[in-house]
């Protein structure tokens, strides 16, 4: 057995979910054709190095094991095998390279992606917001830098990103805990509210955690509310229309999680929100 092998194994970490399994747009067409490519292939290693922390067969440190050799494929230490995770580092590698956009970017990604292989846990908000500073606000900051955009939109692309990944947070909080053992729900705040982590499996939410649900939504609302100013630093016409699009569906998915019942059913955008979020970007066309 190589040591290629070894590292990569034969298990298939794919989850099956591709850009239509998001919440938001993924190198949607309100991007510009030239850049497409690369937008995608940024999103082919990060659904990877995800599916890989999120594979139910690997052992928390087979998958550090494979993160790290994305790593090493990512920053040209090692040579990509014929195999389409290896691959997707290698490719993005060339598509950094050409586009200039740093690569932090993308190693940033592996940081959240560990913690999630070891089963780290949340005490405090604090805690959730260093998370989502490596899980999620590297994709807005490449998305920025890919267009050439002043660094000023980094504060509120990050706001947006971090907003959008503890949304994602709630819609998915009983089957993270129920398949992967995972939970992002601070600590502090269930024990403030009288509940514990096992009360996310109880098919309703109790007033309990109601109002850790609600204290959480309080600070997504405060990070929409920064988010809302990254159309404003934008000057790329298709990139701005898209930036407030997801805005207004940030917006609209908190609005939701206030009204609806996460644990009873996963809350969802629907049709109207995303008319919403067309009218949104249509106002930032000019």
């Known amino acids: ?12 970490v794919s989850s099956g979910k591709g850009a239509s399994d998001e919440n938001f747009p993924v190198g949607s067409l309100l ?5 497409r490519p690369h937008v995608h292939a940024y999103y082919a290693y990060a659904r990877v190095i995800d599916d890989i922390a999120d594979c139910e067969t690997l052992s928390p440190e087979d998958k550090i094991i494979r993160l790290n050799a994305m790593e090493e494929v990512l920053n040209g230490q ?20 050409q586009t200039h ?15 999630d292989s070891r089963g780290h846990e949340y005490r ?11 899980s999620a606000n590297p994709v807005g900051r ?30 998915d909080c009983a089957k993270d805990l129920e398949r992967l053992k995972r939970c992002y729900m601070p600590a502090d705040l269930m024990q403030q509210a ?7 499996l109880a098919g309703r939410t109790s007033p309990a955690m109601r109002r850790v649900f609600n204290t959480l939504l309080d600070g997504v609302d405060a990070l929409n509310q920064q988010a809302s100013a990254l159309p404003a630093h934008i000057r790329d016409r298709r990139f701005r229309m898209e ?16 009204r609806e019942d996460p644990l009873a059913a996963r809350v969802a955008l629907r049709k109207p929100d995303v008319i919403h979020a067309a009218i949104a970007a249509l106002r930032a066309w000019a």
């Open 142 to 171: 490449y998305l920025i830098c890919l267009h050439n955009e002043d660094h000023a939109a980094f504060g509120p692309s990050d706001a947006l990103c971090t907003s959008l990944q503890i949304l994602n947070h709630l819609q």
């Open 124 to 134: 405090t908000w604090d805690d959730l917001l260093h998370y989502c500073k490596y």
């Open 78 to 97: 090692r040579s990509a095998i014929n195999r389409p995770d290896a691959l997707s580092a290698a490719r993005l590698r060339a598509s950094l390279l």
């Open 101 to 115: 956009v740093p690569f932090e970017t993308a190693t940033d990604l592996l940081i959240a992606f560990r913690d």
């Open 31 to 35: 991007l510009s054709r030239k850049l």
């Open 1 to 12: 057995m190589t040591d290629d092998t070894h590292i990569w194994g034969k298990a298939d």
């Open 194 to 200: 009288g509940t514990k982590a096992e009360d996310l």
């Open 243 to 258: 930036c407030a699009a997801i805005v207004e569906l940030a917006h609209r998915l908190t609005q939701r999680l206030r």
